[in-house]
């Protein structure tokens, strides 16, 4: 784990993972927008592009991987395969498509994780569902630090405030456990495996700034709550890995959903 190692917003950026939108995007509509924490519905090709613009910049000065190239050599193992596809059936309660999900290549497989998979409307139940997706699409994976960021040499998997953005949380985690570039086996907040002792607890890496390798600043925001930072403040306490945390209160509205939609470290 020599390779993962963050201790400051602002030190020199070797690497970065990073996720262009894509397909997802498009399958956003006005009755969808919301539930997808969306106030209104995004160009999808003015988002791709400008996306593209920002990867050429950042491949200036470090290099970027792309989560859905990450993902998808990860699956290549069947084991892992079939390890992360029965966890996100299960989170999300969707058994029933695990067989169509494992007869997809490793390629195609990444893809749909992503981009979302249709219902089968194969049952009574299915049928009358009003979703269209068993596994809806993810357009807020672009955001990538909300779900999963590094705290000094260990990694920190978010427990989403949002049931639509709980598969982010697993596809990151089993990249970070199973992809050979990092090979983790230690983190120091796992959401997507850990039993969270109260359902209300939430806390996401958009509410979280590493100002030195022993201070963490938090945001109580509409995705970290109080209850979420206790929670974290008790594992720093275990893994000796933070000394100090300041709490920034924030207003609970869409404008400051995050600490980082407020301010970020620039020096």
């Known amino acids: 784990m020599q390779n993962i190692n963050v201790t400051s917003e602002i030190n020199q950026i070797r690497k970065v993972i990073i996720h262009t939108p894509g397909e997802e995007l ?3 509509t006005p009755e969808t927008a919301e539930e ?3 106030d209104d519905i995004l160009n999808p090709k003015a988002a791709t592009e400008q996306h593209l613009q920002f990867t050429q910049i950042l491949k200036k000065v470090c290099e970027p991987y792309q989560v859905i190239d990450l993902l998808e050599e990860t699956l290549r193992e069947e084991k892992i395969k079939e390890k992360l596809i029965n966890t996100i059936c299960s989170k999300l309660g969707e058994g029933n498509i695990q067989h ?3 007869d997809l290549n490793s390629k195609k497989l990444a893809k749909q994780l992503i981009s979302g998979t ?3 409307r194969n049952t009574l139940e299915c049928f009358l569902s009003p979703n269209n997706y068993s596994l809806p699409p993810l357009p807020n994976l672009f955001f990538t630090r909300d779900s999963a960021m590094i705290i000094n040499q260990r990694v920190f998997i978010g427990n989403m405030a949002s049931r639509v953005r709980m598969t982010e949380a697993i596809l990151m985690s089993h990249i970070f456990h199973y992809h050979s570039l990092f090979m ?3 983190f120091l907040v796992n959401a997507s495996e850990e039993v969270i002792p109260k359902v209300d607890i939430t806390f996401e890496g958009g509410d979280m700034l590493t100002l030195r390798n022993d201070t963490i600043l938090i945001g109580m925001s509409e995705r970290t709550n109080s209850s979420g930072i206790d929670y974290l403040i008790e ?3 275990k893994r000796n890995q933070v000394k100090h945390v300041f709490v920034v209160i924030l207003p609970k509205i ?3 959903i995050h600490l980082d939609m407020v301010f970020t470290m620039v020096d």
């Open 26 to 28: 498009e399958k956003m």
């Open 36 to 38: 997808l924490l969306y």
């Open 100 to 102: 169509v999900l494992m």
């Open 118 to 120: 249709k219902i089968i």
């Open 184 to 186: 983790c086996d230690d």
């Open 235 to 237: 594992k720093f306490k």
């Open 254 to 256: 869409r404008a400051t």
